[in-house]
């Protein structure tokens, strides 16, 4: 099926980063803003954009045309980082922090992480599929696309193996693109007297099989004090990644415990949260090109600092945001709203905020050259929105929802 839309009012391409494959050094012209546009798109993918008039050639071979009425298109949202398979909820927690109990403060009096451990265990397969489905149709009626899941509320070989099974049925019932991560290093087990001893559990008995079915493309953990080190983590992820698995890194969210500087080390594909890492760690994400993702969403509900997107910027890292949707520390489902906290909180430019959201989270999904932009040869996953463009977009804070949801040229909202 081809398809030619027209009348596009401004259209927001990225299309220089995508020529380009560089996800860092982001300027206001890499935005790839067209003025009277047009976008032809055929079998799922951009065929070609452009300014004026639309050659004949292309109005022959469309089979199909839209007129977009003078609206903002701009690429689909890229959530690089959620945790939205899980069980019950924490809405109390919320309060609590309200009240002046701390995230570590809940976490030591039963909530937190164990909590939702405790309900998802609980929960039935159907009720997790179902909920997690609710999620994603959520997520994409909020503009995102491409959304990575995290499975981690299992915290045993056994629960972890059926959250990352729960996950490809997932995958296989809605239109948005999946990427799955094992999260098995969430927690401490509660199975397991020694945290080695459930590490190395992981790795000779729930690593074989995440390979042998394909289950996930990533494995991550969380370095944090109280929780795990780079030391005690790394014979096991490093078996992932050479077994083929990337690696992605909660690190030094309350402390640094030394997450970026062994994302850096590793060659993770990217290190999430980074309030308390250095200037250094900074300059050695740069050096490994593992992207630097913020999370403000997490910054904005239990009032830890904001991370400085600047330093990471200065250093030459390529920059993400994500949601970092979860039901204690972020329950937040717009992205375009954490776009806009990313720019005020976390001092990014609009083009920033917007590539972070788009093209560089892409980049730490393994996604290149598929998704984050409009570009020849891209998967054709787009918004349109009755607004002038960008600076709208940005002021709105995510109030407004698409007026169309576009995944591989397929009208999904």
């Not at 798109?41 to 008039?53: D, H, I, N, R």
């Not at 949260?273 to 994400?285: I, R, T, V």
């Amino acid at each position: 099926m081809s398809i030619l839309f027209e009348n596009i009012g401004t259209l927001l391409t990225l299309h220089p980063l995508a020529k380009e494959k560089r996800g860092h050094s982001v300027k206001e012209s890499d935005l790839g803003i067209l003025k009277d546009a047009w976008l032809f798109c055929e079998q799922g993918k951009v065929s070609a954009f452009g300014t004026g008039a639309v050659s004949d050639f292309i109005k022959k071979r469309a089979q199909d045309k839209r007129d977009l009425e003078n609206a903002y298109v701009m690429p689909g949202l890229v959530d690089s980082h959620t945790h939205a398979i899980f069980g019950g909820n924490r809405y109390s927690e919320f309060v609590q922090r309200l009240n002046g109990s701390s995230y570590q403060e809940i976490a030591a009096s039963g909530g937190g992480i164990r909590s939702t451990m405790n309900a998802t265990r609980s929960a039935s397969d159907e009720d997790l599929i179902q909920t997690t489905l609710h999620h994603i149709a959520d997520f994409q009626k909020r503009g995102v696309c491409t959304v990575e899941i995290k499975t981690g509320y299992g915290l045993s070989v056994e629960q972890e193996l059926r959250l990352a099974r729960l996950l490809k049925n997932i995958e296989s019932q809605t239109r948005s693109h999946i990427v799955k991560t094992c999260l098995a290093l969430h927690d401490l087990s509660p199975e397991y007297k020694r945290s080695e001893d459930y590490i190395n559990a992981l790795r000779n008995e729930l690593l074989p099989v995440l390979i042998k079915e394909n289950l996930v493309s990533f494995i991550d953990a969380f370095i944090e004090k109280g929780y795990y080190a780079p030391q005690q983590v790394e014979t096991f992820l490093l078996a992932a990644k050479k077994s083929g698995l990337g690696i992605r890194l909660h690190a030094d969210e309350f402390s640094n415990a030394e997450g970026t500087k062994y994302a850096a080390l590793w060659g993770a594909a990217s290190a999430d949260h980074l309030q308390c890492a250095s200037q250094e760690d900074a300059k050695a994400l740069a050096r490994s090109q593992t992207v630097a993702t913020l999370l403000p969403g997490t910054s904005l509900y239990t009032g830890i600092p904001f991370t400085d997107a600047r330093m990471f910027l200065k250093a030459g890292c390529a920059v993400a945001v994500a949601s970092d949707f979860n039901p204690g520390s972020s329950y937040v489902k717009s992205l375009a709203q954490v776009a806009s906290l990313a720019a005020i909180h976390c001092h990014l430019k609009s083009w920033e905020a917007i590539a972070g959201v788009t093209y560089v989270p892409a980049i730490s999904l393994g996604l290149k050259g598929r998704k984050g932009a409009i570009h020849e040869g891209y998967d054709a996953d787009f918004l349109v929105y009755k607004m002038k463009g960008m600076e709208e977009w940005l002021a709105d804070m995510g109030q407004t929802l698409p007026d169309e949801v576009w995944i591989h040229a397929e009208k999904v909202q």
